[in-house]
């Protein structure tokens, strides 16, 4: 255990501090429960709590984290929502989903008074986890107290699970309901429901939700619609039915969008070939919502965010260009949207033009996600040794700082190449940068160690991995121990 030294009067503040500077979660915990025999009148407060609760779940430290959580339920100490989430979290990457059930069962016994998150979260990873019925059982108990005040995210969750499902008219009801649940929809809300929909080619109804849209949430004529229009728009042009494509199309132009009349007029819809190419047809009507929309930044982002995601770069492109014409900048988000997109699609070198060419010449910085995104790609196509370049970069740039998704990805891809040398070096600056580096990155470097025959090296990282309390795989031992005998044996042989 490192030394530390105490204070004359300690606050919860200040014992966050030393504990989040600790190298090891297990000598963190120690010294959080020292603090009460060392000063008598101290008590943890909710940060202190959740502090040392985010240190243990971040380690993996199941039991101990569940120690400290049954502590702050003894001694009724007010926390916030967060904590739970982080818990639930923990819980359940742990293969432990019932406990995370029986914590949230069990809120009324802690000091906390709104359960929106931690009920949210659950409800996510239950739907992930396609236990649908665990999931509706949950909303029915727990979606009417005073705690849960917010029923929105809850029931979008419960819509996107059934759509994903096949189960689009269920959802349809779950839409329809959300007024008796006091709740109004959003637009994420239409979106879900639309793609489910659309999916069961459900076109009819589709059209109905996009008409209520009109009253309900589109009466100041949003851009920011158009994600939602699209949905609708394309699915009828894919089944034939172009026709009244092009006749919604006016209405959303009018009643949607509140285009001005003389966009309206300047509108040109008979480039279509009669309907007989389907993607021309979609393109034409693509532009027209471009030219239509009241011209915004959160519009022309939404729209080419919505394009990049398809993987339709032709579209989304013309919407920067419009976008830049009508004198608006694209966000920071659009850019991280067509570097993945990029990377999807295996054209990584393009996703690198973004930030050397189409952001630097706008005179901004490179967001860390984006930079995330373009490394692992790089990585992910054998160029690590390239990756680590940027990482060099960032470290230039005010307000790009690398963070532990940065190391982390580059430590994967530079083992991977074969460069454990290089990603030794790589861990060694995380941990300066006090980034705690994760379980599997410790045994893919030790194991890549022995490999290349530098069993020393191999060793310093077994030693500063279990200093962090984290355990070796039994498969990393056996390289370990293989590659000591397999010296053994030379040095017999020398001998």
């Known amino acids: 255990m490192s030394i530390i030294r105490w204070p004359r009067f300690l ?140 029923r929105l995210k809850s029931l979008n969750l419960l819509m996107d699970a059934l759509c994903k499902r096949g189960q689009s008219l269920l959802a349809l009801q779950v839409f329809q309901e959300m007024d008796f649940q006091g709740c109004h929809p959003d637009r994420h809300s239409y979106e879900i429901l639309m793609k489910g929909l659309c999916e069961e080619k459900r076109l009819h109804e589709a059209t109905h939700v996009l008409y209520s849209m009109f009253w309900r949430i589109s009466q100041k004529g949003s851009g920011e619609d158009i994600v939602v229009y699209r949905i609708l728009l394309n699915a009828l042009c894919d089944n034939g039915q172009v026709e009244e494509a092009i006749e919604i199309l006016g209405k959303i132009l009018r009643k949607g969008l509140k285009a001005p009349r003389r966009r309206l007029r300047n509108l040109d819809l008979t480039q279509d070939n009669d309907g007989k190419d389907i993607e021309s047809t979609k393109l034409l009507i693509n532009e027209a919502l471009i030219k239509g929309v009241i011209p915004s930044s959160d519009s022309f982002n939404v729209m080419a965010f919505d394009l990049y995601n398809e993987g339709k770069f032709v579209e989304a492109e013309k919407v920067l260009n419009v976008m830049r014409e009508k004198g608006f900048w694209p966000s920071l988000a659009i850019y991280e949207a067509k570097a993945a997109a990029l990377c999807r699609e295996g054209l990584v070198s393009e996703a690198v033009k973004i930030t050397e060419e189409e952001i630097s010449g706008g005179k901004r910085v490179p967001t860390v996600k984006l930079y995330n995104i373009i490394i692992k790609g790089l990585c992910e196509t054998g160029n690590s040794k390239t990756a680590l370049g940027y990482l060099k970069k960032m470290s230039k740039l005010v307000g790009c700082v690398a963070d532990k998704d940065t190391y982390g990805i580059l430590v994967d891809g530079l083992c991977r190449d074969g460069r454990f040398d290089e990603a030794s070096r790589v861990l060694e600056e995380m941990l300066i940068k006090s980034y705690s580096p994760c379980v599997r990155s410790y045994n893919v470097i030790i194991r890549g160690l022995c490999s290349i025959g530098k069993q020393y090296e191999a060793v310093i990282w077994l030693e500063e991995m279990i200093s962090q309390s984290k355990l070796p795989e039994v498969h990393t031992w056996e390289f370990l121990v293989g590659s000591a005998c397999s010296n053994l044996g030379k040095v017999e042989l020398i001998l």
């Open 11 to 150: 606050t919860p503040t200040h014992l966050s501090q030393i504990i989040s500077t600790q190298k090891n979660p297990l000598t963190a915990l120690q010294i959080f429960n020292q603090a009460k025999d060392k000063y008598p009148q101290y008590r943890h407060n909710g940060p202190v709590f959740a502090t040392m609760i985010d240190i243990l779940a971040n380690s993996g430290r199941v039991n101990e984290m569940r120690e400290v959580i049954n502590q702050m339920k003894e001694e009724f100490c007010p926390c916030k929502d967060s904590v739970f989430v982080t818990a639930i979290k923990t819980y359940a990457s742990s293969g432990l989903l019932r406990e995370a059930v029986s914590l949230f069962r069990n809120l009324t016994k802690f000091n906390c008074v709104n359960w929106n998150e931690s009920f949210n979260t659950l409800l996510d990873i239950m739907v992930r986890e396609s236990k649908l019925k665990a999931a509706q059982r949950l909303f029915l108990e727990s979606s009417h107290g005073w705690e849960v005040n917010s």
